[in-house]
């Protein structure tokens, strides 16, 4: 269930051409309109974006951390989010009274948020509830999650988490309740519970087309963890084949996997950690070092070119294909229709309640 308001570029700006223009030209352009505008404008891309994109950014980085600075800057009124649904979400959610928030295109979604809607999340609460109590229970939701699921977990006294805050948000959770709902992440969760000792038996996935998520009573009652049924596509295409094969073909390798990858893969890797922590492992690399990554392909490739004196390589070619819907065509006529077109809007309520789930996170 999306939160967005907007119209097609198309329809407000009455300038029609067919020229096309050239990538040099878009960047110009873009360029020129940032400079006109100044402070007044703060463009956010994601570690994902292409580096034609990035270049042009003023921040880059995590979602929720772009989102805390955009949020935190009292000059800036147009916020363009170079990045998925959930990311303009998010700081939208953050944003101040005189802020918009924008995204280039509107269709540049998450498979995993995606994976669970308001509808079905509610229902499985329901159904969990009704064998164990909702009392015994803290939901925890990924950043990457819609506004919806962000804000259940904010009326339940839950809270959000990245990949890098996820184990701190499991103790907060079994502080004060025995159970702890993962959504939508099953790898992020499974990988978490693993690193905290959690034994297998006690986290089970929830497949919310199945009754009771695939699960038997017993099993629900036993249960510590229970690990919504989603999955990241980019992060889920590794294997240990693969970590197998980069390992035969460079020995003295380090692989470094983020924590969305199955356990199976995150087990054989040498490091696991979010996006962040993968750039700061590249940095802090000896010069010759040859580092191997489970990850998004342009960060990857975007690192090789920042450090031409490490040998970086991917694992496998993985990229997030709606990551890659944010172009420079569609951030240029964003800014020609700057604060008009592709806005993405909470509701009051939501935002109010999500709001809740994210400063929990933050009081951690």
């Known amino acids: 269930m999306k939160t967005t308001e907007g119209t097609h570029p198309k329809d407000l700006n009455p300038e029609k ?9 878009l960047i ?3 360029v020129a309109i940032k400079q006109k505008l100044g402070n007044k404008l703060i463009i956010l891309t994601h570690h994902y974006q292409i580096k034609d994109i990035v270049d042009l950014g003023d921040h880059r980085g995590d979602s929720f951390g772009l989102s805390q600075i955009a949020a935190s800057d009292k000059n800036a009124e147009h916020i363009v989010f170079c990045g998925v649904h959930f990311m303009a979400e998010s700081a939208a959610i953050l944003a101040k009274s005189h802020q918009t928030v924008q995204i280039p295109d509107m269709d540049a979604g998450c498979w995993m948020a995606d994976m669970a809607d308001a509808i079905m999340v509610e229902r499985a609460w329901s159904q969990v509830s009704a064998i164990v109590g909702g009392d015994n229970i803290t939901p925890l939701v990924y950043m990457n999650s819609d506004a919806h699921i962000k804000a259940h977990c904010g009326r339940h006294n839950g809270a959000v988490c990245t990949s890098s805050n996820a184990p701190k948000a499991f103790e907060w959770a079994f502080k004060t309740r025995e159970k702890i709902f993962f959504f939508p992440d099953e790898h992020l969760g499974r990988n978490t519970g693993n690193a905290l000792g959690i034994p297998a038996d006690q986290m089970i996935v929830w497949d919310p087309e199945l009754p009771l998520g695939g699960n038997s009573e017993s099993d629900i009652k036993n249960a510590k963890v229970f690990l919504w049924k989603g999955y990241c596509l980019v992060h889920t295409r590794f294997t240990t084949d693969n970590i197998a094969k980069m390992r035969d073909n460079f020995p003295k390798a380090k692989i470094v996997v983020h924590p969305e990858c199955t356990q199976e893969v995150v087990k054989a890797a040498d490091a696991v950690g979010s996006t962040s922590f993968i750039v700061k492992y590249v940095a802090n690399a000896p010069e010759d070092a040859t580092i191997i990554i489970g990850t998004e392909i342009n960060l990857i490739k975007r690192l090789a070119i920042e450090y031409p004196d490490r040998k970086i390589l991917p694992l496998k070619d993985s990229f997030c294909p709606n990551m890659f819907k944010i172009n ?13 077109t592709n806005i993405v809007a909470v509701d009051e309520k ?13 009081n951690l």
């Open 28 to 30: 110009d352009k873009i």
């Open 17 to 25: 051409s067919n020229k096309v223009l050239t990538n040099r030209e």
């Open 350 to 362: 939501i935002k109010k309640d999500a709001g809740i789930a994210l400063e929990n996170m933050l």
């Open 328 to 340: 420079l065509k569609n951030l240029l006529s964003s800014l020609e229709n700057i604060g008009q």
